[in-house]
Each structure stands twice: as C-alpha cells, then as structure tokens.
C-alpha cells in the first residue's frame, strides 16, 4: 500500500512518497479476492474499495499518516514494508547525489543489497507503478531543478491516487544535494546504512525485551490474588508483623520480580492490639486482613498465586 518515486543523479536525489496505509481483518480467502481486484485497478476508489471489503466480509482500517521517508544523514530513505505473521518485511531505498542503494530486510537481518548510480526508481505494487511508469514518460523533463523533479512527482502521485486506493492523496516530499562524486556516494552510503540497521536491530531488540514484559505484567497480573488464604503470623514486633506464606502465594514487587517464595516471610502492617502468633491472615473482598475478626493490614508488596 505504498507509491515511493525517486530520483537519483548527479544533482542530487528527490523522493516522494504517499502516506497510506491499510489494514485488514476477515476471512483468508475472501481477503486474497479482495486484494486480487484491489491490485488488478479493478477499485478505483476508497468509496467502492469501503463498499466492497463490506461486501466480502472484511474489516479494513485506511489512514494516511504514515512517514515513508526519512534523511538519514546525507541521504533519502524510503520504505515499503509488509507485515508477516511473525516478521516484518521492509524494502528500502536510500538515495544520495551520485548513487543509491536498495536493502531489502526481514525484521533486522538483511537478505540483499545492491547499489546503482543513478536513475528513477518506483517501490510499489505493479498497478500503481505502471501508472506512475505512464506518467512520468509523458511529464519527464531531465534538465528541471530538483525542485520541479518533487512537485512533479507528487503531481504523479495525486493522479494516481485518484485511480487506486492503494495510494493516498497525502504526500511527503524530500530533497537532499550534498558534493559527491560516485565513490564517495557509495561510502556514504555504506555507512549510513550499515548505522541505520544497526538502529533497527537495537529498536527492535528493545521491543522484544518490551513485549516479553508486557507478557510477563499480563500473566502477572491474572495471578493477583483477590481472595483466600495467604499464610499466618509467625513473629509480631509492635505494628509490624512477621507472616509465613502458604504453600500456594507469593510475594511480588512492582517490577514482577519475587520478593518471597511460598513458605517465606514477608512484613506486615496492623493497627490491631489483638493480634496473636498463628493467627491466619487472608484476603476477603479484594480487603487484606486477618481471618478471626477482620482486622485491616497493609503491605508493600503484590501478593500472588505459583
């Protein structure tokens, strides 16, 4: 769901992009349909793509704030990217004066990377390329600034947005000049790109350690006792009381790290004179307390089942 149009030469290089993006929900075989007449130009528009995903069954979800380029360093990247079921899929151009490079990534591994030197380039799916392609062998004129090289992309980008909802009709424009010659363009890019996937890796890094904590708070969290038993006071020092975990609980901090295996002892905190050394302590009502007359106590602690 994406047109990307660079151009990549000895004045520099211009890219334009769309900022759509779709997602989709419903049926396998009912999608593949939809997406056949989607990229076959079959639905010219959002109105009838709407209309017809309702049709199939399938629930789909347009904007069109997506960020498909960006300057790294000297240089233009743009992005397309797919989703899979447990990578995603990104195929990128970077784009500088006097040479490119085009890197295509599953997650943060790179599975190929080849450079050019100069040209126009399209990423997109075939529909909206071949009417791109039409475009710009009608409209191209070599000797133009870079200037008119990006309002003409994106007069292309609009007239193509008007005939597939695969493209949006909002757009990004980038310019970048800087003096390199051929070789110097390659290195350039060579250690722009190496850093910016080094960047992924560790994004993506973090996102993992991210996800398996948010897995872990949710696990957590569905453990959290609201009522039972929770042990007994085995030791009382004024306010403060000593209780021995049953052989079902566990004491827990905010970070979900534990505190106290079953059978352990964790503090307490009780207002109460009456209390006494075996008295049980449990937890009614989401309301931690002891179990012969109720008496409210407090901890800093999350109490948990194994």
């Known amino acids: 769901m994406s047109l990307i149009i660079a151009y990549i030469g000895k004045k520099g290089c211009v890219m334009a992009a769309d900022k759509r993006k779709i997602g989709y929900f ?3 075989e009912k999608l593949e349909t939809l997406e056949e007449e989607l990229y076959s130009g079959a639905i010219e528009n959002d109105d009838t793509f709407l209309k017809r995903a309702e049709e199939l069954g399938i629930s789909i979800k347009i904007t069109d704030d997506a960020s498909k380029l960006k300057v790294v360093g000297n240089s233009i990247r743009g992005e397309v990217s797919t989703k899979g079921t447990f990578e995603t899929k990104r195929r990128r151009i970077y784009g500088t004066t006097n040479g490119y490079q085009i890197v295509e990534l599953l997650g943060s ?10 040209g126009i380039i399209l990423f997109g799916n075939q529909y909206a390329k071949h ?7 009608k409209k191209w004129k070599s000797s133009q600034s870079l200037r008119y090289m990006g309002e003409l992309f994106e007069g292309i980008l609009a007239e193509v947005a008007s005939k597939t909802p695969t493209v949006g009709d909002k757009f990004d424009v980038l310019i970048q000049q800087p003096n390199f010659t051929l070789t110097e363009a390659q290195n350039h890019l060579d250690r722009t790109i190496d850093n910016d996937i080094k960047v992924l890796t560790k994004f993506r890094q973090e996102l993992t350690e991210q996800l398996v904590q948010q897995s872990i708070a949710i696990d957590m969290a569905n453990k959290i006792i609201t009522k039972g038993d929770i042990g007994r006071v085995v030791d009382i020092d004024g306010n403060m009381l000593y209780v021995q975990l049953n ?19 964790v503090l307490m905190f009780t207002e109460s004179d009456n209390v006494k050394i075996g008295d049980k302590v449990v937890i009614e009502n989401e309301d931690l307390c002891l179990k012969k007359d109720k008496s409210s106590l407090k901890c800093d602690i999350i109490l948990c089942s194994l």
């Open 26 to 28: 419903g049926d396998k």
């Open 109 to 118: 591994e790179t599975k190929s990377r080849k450079a050019g030197k100069k």
């Open 131 to 137: 009417l791109a392609e039409s475009l710009i062998s």
């Open 247 to 265: 052989d079902k609980t566990q004491a827990m901090d905010g970070n979900w790290k534990q505190l106290a295996a079953p059978g352990q002892n």
